[in-house]
């Protein structure tokens, strides 16, 4: 079958959790140590929040009903570990019984209100600025000249270059960092439909043992 326009489009997420374990999730995206909402839940929970409300989820696209979306999310969170466990997951979720139910909600609305827009142009601005300060340490010596008998500006030439480096360090960190940002290839259905089978598939299973 040949692919739709639609899936050959790239698009950018937000601290996609897709090939990256839970106890490395954090550690990819160093952002996230930053964020208050997310300090009080586990990184099981904080990628099934992903999942359940960023909104560069292929599960916030494709599932509109948040008991199935919640239950998807948390089965994909666990790498397919239970379907039923899922199951009563999703349903504590709804009922508002999930032991720290309130710290999921404030991580699930912190979640929701992530701006790919936002994140995408400060990752922009971030490379503009690093390109900007290394085309400044490049800069030959004697195009710090001044006066008409071309006389070298050393303290304006250390001055700058100085200034450049104490910067420099934090600015090449967030450009690492990338604010979360993320280039995939835009398959956001194929991707929900996978995991739809992959969760029919395993409570199948467990309904067979």
């Known amino acids: 079958m040949a692919k739709s326009k639609k899936d050959n489009i790239d698009f950018i997420t937000i601290f996609n959790?897709?090939?990256?374990?839970?106890?490395?999730?954090?550690?990819?995206?160093?952002?996230?140590?930053?964020?208050?909402?997310?300090e009080d839940i586990n990184d099981v929970e904080l990628i099934t929040v992903w999942y359940f409300a960023n909104p560069t989820s292929p599960l916030v696209e494709s599932v509109k009903d948040k008991r199935l979306r919640m239950q998807k999310s948390h089965f994909k969170a666990t790498d397919g570990y239970s379907a039923e466990r899922s199951d009563h997951y999703a349903e504590d979720y709804i009922n508002g019984a999930l032991p720290n139910h309130d710290k999921i909600k404030s991580a699930i609305d912190r979640m929701s209100a992530m701006n790919?827009?936002?994140?995408?142009?400060?990752?922009?601005?971030?490379?503009?600025?690093?390109?900007?300060?290394?085309?400044?340490?490049?800069k030959d010596i004697t195009e710090f000249k001044k006066g008409a008998d071309g006389d070298i500006d050393f303290n304006a030439y250390i001055l700058v270059r100085k200034r450049v480096m104490e910067n420099l360090d934090v600015i090449i960190q967030k450009s690492e960092s990338g604010f979360g940002t993320k280039k995939v290839s835009d398959k956001r259905t194929s991707i929900g439909e996978n995991i739809t089978e992959l969760y029919l598939k395993k409570k199948a299973n467990v309904g067979n043992t």
């Open 116 to 138: 790919p827009h936002v994140r995408t142009q400060a990752s922009r601005m971030v490379e503009k600025m690093l390109s900007d300060f290394m085309d400044i340490l490049q």
């Open 17 to 38: 959790p897709d090939g990256i374990s839970s106890q490395n999730y954090r550690k990819e995206y160093p952002d996230l140590y930053n964020i208050p909402e997310f």
